[in-house]
């Protein structure tokens, strides 16, 4: 039987953290399979459903999910089916005719009419005897339900492989929209202050006419410095550009990076909230609401992977 290597696999990046596995086994005594599926979830959340008599394989199998996944929600399932029922438990006929001779006994005197059957007494105290059975029972089951764990696990970890390269393939094209997105960001900002003197210049025009008050150009260039001062998005240009490339060397990584990934948008984000807010021409806050939405969208893909 192969088992699951120690420590969280790290071998395949990017990762989703949605999937699905199953896996079976048919031993000498019983039947035994495993279904696993996972969804997105900043920590790794593990729910699990055993039947009750193998429930003691539970802290196991969790065992297993952990030294293979590092976030997700988690939920695994196991059927198991004795091929003999008898195999697993035992019933003790002495205890099983006492309760049937009292029973018998007591329904003579108040119900003699009602009928006793031994499958109404088989869930009393003391009837079946499984503890023996079940000691046994884990030397033969546990080895198997690992193996049927493990390999459920691996299925489930190629399809968020198969998902995870799909993930990467339209992260990597939605970085290059974002660069072009900021050059234009980059190429607007100038433009945006050669407007504004523009129609600084025009207004005030206006409102001098014929008047004989006369405002020289170095009053309205005055202004207009004031103002670039305050509308200057060439650091959180350079920031977004930088935040860009540590998204893109992320990419390459072959750790797990979704959290890392989620950090540089949150920056990404909050420096486009900053150029929206300094932007002073229609079309340099174009530029940056398209490059805010984009971001936007990214951070939605991002949230799936491991």
Not at 103 to 132: A, C, F, T
Not at 274 to 293: Q, R
């Amino acid at each position: 039987m192969t088992g699951a290597r120690s420590g969280v696999d790290h071998t395949a990046m990017l990762r989703s953290m949605t999937g699905y596995g199953e896996a079976a086994a048919e031993a000498e005594r019983f039947l035994l399979s495993a279904e696993i599926k996972s969804v997105n979830n900043r920590f790794l959340k593990i729910a699990s459903k055993i039947p009750e008599e193998i429930s003691w394989v539970q802290n196991e199998l969790e065992d297993r999910v952990r030294k293979r996944l590092l976030r997700g929600s988690v939920f695994f399932t196991v059927r198991f089916e004795p091929r003999q029922t008898a195999d697993l438990y035992e019933i003790d006929r002495s205890v099983l005719e006492k309760y049937l001779d009292s029973l018998r006994s007591l329904s003579q005197e108040l119900s003699p009419s009602e009928s006793i059957e031994i499958k109404d007494v088989l869930l009393l105290p003391g009837v079946v005897n499984s503890e023996e059975a079940l000691r046994l029972g884990k030397q033969e089951v546990l080895p198997v339900a690992i193996d049927v764990m493990d390999r459920a696990i691996e299925d489930l970890l190629s399809m968020r492989r198969l998902e995870g390269q799909n993930l990467e393939v339209d992260l990597r094209a939605r970085c290059v929209r974002m660069r072009d997105l900021l050059q234009d960001v980059r190429k607007a900002a100038p433009r945006a202050i050669e407007e504004y003197q523009q129609k600084l210049d025009q207004r005030v025009r206006q409102l001098l006419g014929d008047q004989q008050a006369v405002l020289g150009p170095e009053d309205i260039l005055k202004e207009v410095a004031i103002l670039a001062e305050r509308s200057d998005i060439s650091e959180e240009i350079a920031r977004m550009d930088s935040h860009l490339q540590q998204f893109s060397d992320a990419l390459d990584s072959q750790q797990p990076v979704g959290r890392r990934l989620e950090f540089i948008l949150q920056e990404m984000f909050r420096e486009s909230n900053t150029m929206g807010a300094k932007a002073t021409s229609a079309e340099l806050a174009l530029s940056v609401v398209e490059l805010k939405s984009e971001v936007d969208r990214v951070k939605e893909q991002v949230l799936n992977i491991e």
